[in-house]
């Protein structure tokens, strides 16, 4: 069954785009992630322009991360403070990346700044989440061994503006987590991602925080960080495609239920080495669709539009 998406001047099978929703969302049931990071690339395999495929896709990132940070704040494990100092940072983050967005898309060349940022962004976490996953599971087998230690107090703590966070228990420079709520905002504008695969592993190992507040300070900052630039996305281009966003989020809410199922009969371990190959492979067939000659080599458009 064949729908057209007005805005993104395309027809595609109705069961592809609730496919491609409901196997993100089996994703986010397994391994805890919004998915952000693999709808935008699986939207260009299927002929989504890039653009509406970034601005659209965060629609998903947002419907995601609302029920996750309202249970977290019922268990209180979202440190309120933090995660505002983190959404200024990245609603500045966000302006940036919707104004070299729009500059780019003038210039002729957002498809290939989207693609580049996916084959570099994916390719180095990857990596690194393959690498921590398989330490983790030779840790597993060796409980014995000695651990590293997640953070350690440097320099970058020694900013001034400093404040205290109860509920993370830390007292250091504000300066840390506004820069980095001003890169994820950067990276939610320019790729349509939420921006939890960078904002986690920072909480973390830069700025200290408790694994135990890290994924809700993170959904609560995603969220209002992913709305707001899915508002800016309409507003100054007009790239956000509601058709293509609500069969997205159907397949979705499905996806999400059967994963989390799924999930429960995996080890941890297990877990996070598929989900590092699955980033790594999507890098690679980004990367190939660069590199390879296309099927057509030129192609008309007209001025303005995507």
């Known amino acids: 069954m064949q729908i057209y998406l007005p805005i993104a001047e395309t027809s595609v099978n109705a069961f592809t785009l609730l496919g491609v929703g409901g196997g993100v969302g089996v994703l986010s049931g397994m391994f805890g992630v919004g998915g952000g990071f693999l709808i935008t690339p699986l939207l260009f395999f299927i002929g989504v322009p890039p653009a509406v495929a970034v601005a659209t896709g965060v629609n998903q990132v947002v419907a995601s991360s609302i029920s996750g940070v309202l249970a977290h704040l019922k268990r209180k494990t979202v440190d309120l403070r933090m995660g505002t100092v983190l959404l200024i940072g990245g609603l500045v983050g966000s302006i940036i990346g919707i104004w070299f967005f729009n500059l780019m898309q003038r210039l002729g060349q957002l498809d290939l700044i989207v693609q580049l940022s996916y084959v570099i962004f994916l390719g180095i976490i990857g990596a690194l989440m393959l690498q921590e996953s398989l330490r983790a599971l030779r840790r597993s087998k060796n409980p014995h061994a000695p651990r590293r230690k997640l953070h350690t107090h440097n320099w970058v703590h020694n900013l001034p503006w400093k404040m205290k966070f109860r509920a993370s228990g830390l007292y250091i420079s504000v300066v840390p987590p506004l820069l980095v709520g001003v890169g994820v905002g950067i990276l939610a504008a320019i790729m349509g991602v939420g921006g939890g695969f960078i904002l986690v592993p920072a909480m973390i190992y830069l700025l200290g925080m408790p694994t135990k507040v890290v994924i809700g300070t993170s959904l609560f900052q ?31 809410v499905i996806g999400a239920q059967i994963g989390t199922r799924i999930g429960l009969r995996l080890k941890a371990e297990q877990l996070r080495i598929l989900l590092a190959l699955l980033v790594l492979a999507v890098c690679g067939k980004i990367a190939l669709d660069l590199l390879l000659t296309p099927s057509e080599v030129y192609s008309i458009s007209i001025p303005g539009r995507f």
């Open 222 to 252: 995603v969220t209002f960080v992913a709305a707001f630039t899915t508002m800016m996305h309409a507003l100054t281009n007009y790239s956000v495609d509601v058709m293509l966003a609500i069969f997205l989020i159907l397949g979705g």
